[in-house]
């Protein structure tokens, strides 16, 4: 057995045994999905003339992946340096390369069964969500999102110290992020100051291409900038998270 394949093993029972962090991945957004679905059943935005559904479906799908991929190889670094499974981990062959392409899969495995899980429900008649035929488009869209949010948690998790440090850090990044972005509030119906701010949030790039896909509003410029936006803070983050990785909290 390779050394990735045995930390990917090990990341995904780790992410499966816990059922704190299985709650908090699928059921949590869900919550949200399910509340905001009921409250504004068959009420449109006013603003777009679109049904309620198809605007917040896209955005708890966009904030669960985003969480889900920040918070999960955030803890992770974090308990594997704290434990000096790290460190442990150094003194053997296995390249630093390895350990995050585990992480890597993981998450994008996630994604795809958070993404399953979230339209599924909001196809319900109860919901009402209609998919465009144009939904592939979001398929690059996903994996660049998982990409980009997953260079911020590592950042965090190289840096934190304390599952209560990298919750704090994590939080302070993905709140403000998921109102200023578009995920649960109209962009149309902020300031056009603010609108202009969360263009520089890599969650108004996620929530709209994958939005755009599933309303069939997507074609290949719209989803080459969302893409683009996302590929560029991918690189700014993991740049940054390969010069701040430490082995352990002694280094």
């Known amino acids: ?3 990735y394949t045995a930390l990917t093993g090990a990341s995904y029972r780790a992410a499966v045994r816990d059922r704190t962090t299985v709650f908090f991945t699928f059921a949590f957004p869900l919550i949200f999905l399910v509340v905001f679905g009921l409250i504004f059943r ?19 799908l966009s904030w669960g992946v985003g969480n889900a991929a920040v918070f999960g190889v955030a803890f992770t670094l974090m308990q ?10 150094r003194l053997t062959p296995t390249p630093l390369g390895s350990v995050l392409a585990s992480r890597y899969v993981i998450a994008l495995a996630i994604g795809a069964v958070q993404a399953v899980l979230f339209i599924g429900v909001a196809l319900l008649p109860v919901f009402g969500l209609h998919v465009d035929a144009t939904w592939p488009w979001a398929l690059p869209v996903l994996v660049s999102g998982i990409t980009a949010f997953l260079a911020i948690g ?9 599952p209560e440090a990298v919750a704090a850090v ?7 992020m998921a109102f200023l972005s578009g995920a649960f509030y109209p962009l149309d119906a902020m300031p056009s100051w603010l609108q202009t701010a969360a263009r520089v949030l890599p969650l108004h790039y996620l929530n709209d291409g994958i939005s755009r896909a599933v309303s069939g509003r997507a074609d290949l410029a719209s989803t080459a900038v969302a893409c683009g936006g996302l590929a560029l803070f991918a690189l700014v983050f993991g740049g940054i998270a ?7 909290n002694a280094s």
């Open 80 to 89: 594997w340096r704290r434990d000096d499974l790290l460190r442990l981990i």
């Open 1 to 3: 057995m390779s050394a």
């Open 242 to 248: 390969v010069k701040t990785f430490r082995w352990s």
């Open 42 to 60: 068959g009420k449109t935005v006013e603003q777009s003339g679109r049904g309620y559904i198809d605007y917040i479906a896209p955005g708890v």
């Open 154 to 162: 590592m950042v965090i998790g190289s840096r934190a110290d304390t």
């Open 170 to 176: 994590a939080n302070c990044v993905m709140v403000p």
